[in-house]
């Protein structure tokens, strides 16, 4: 894959910033660092929103595509970006919101429960109680008979990306099964417990590198 990913290096971000705190002789501070410059060259002054990540072959970013994720989780793994929530909830429920929850990707063709409970999420962590009350009422209605959240509510959802390099655009879609992803996402918002930092009922509200407490 020739294109560089926002939640990807969101990931790095905070994984990076976790093990700083770990272990002070490590270089994960300059890792973390690099990831941050990356996030930062994504977000989208003019529309309130964060690229998906950088166009194929190229540095520049892919104004073409949007993901929920890409969206949602710079609000509570990154200090900086607590105060663009605003902007970035409401361009994300213009474009991402369906009756009921959230889309993946901008073409809003169903609910991505995944997706949806990561919304709960950061609503919850954003001081949104009532925006996110109807999408863990929608999360609530789909639930396994094995006690897992399915992946969708109708039987399958584009996201309108690709598998690997070498496979048809648009092939990675999401099927009505039951999924761990999903799941987990329940929990965390469930619970208000912030993944990015390690504890919950917070966002990364300060300039204090995200880390558990011992």
Known sequence: ??????????????????????????????????????LKAMWNEGEGRFFIGSA?????????MSGLDAELWPLIAVPDFKAKADRVIEWTEVHHGVDGGFDFNSDRDGIWLEGTAQAALVLRLSGQEAKAEPLLKTIQGQITPGNL???????????????????????????????????GWTVLAALDLNPFVGRAGQTSSDKEPPCPRN
């Open 1 to 38: 894959m020739t294109w560089k990913s926002t939640e990807h290096n969101l990931d790095i971000y905070a994984a990076d910033s976790w093990l700083a705190r770990l272990d002070s002789g490590g270089d994960w501070q300059h890792r973390g660092d690099s990831a941050l410059r990356f």
């Open 56 to 64: 194929p072959d190229s540095n520049a970013p892919n104004v073409a």
């Open 149 to 183: 959240i399915y992946a969708t509510v109708n039987e399958q959802l584009s996201t309108g990306l690709q598998v690997g390099p070498n496979s048809s655009p648009g092939d990675f879609k999401y099927y009505r099964l039951p999924h761990i992803g999903a799941t």
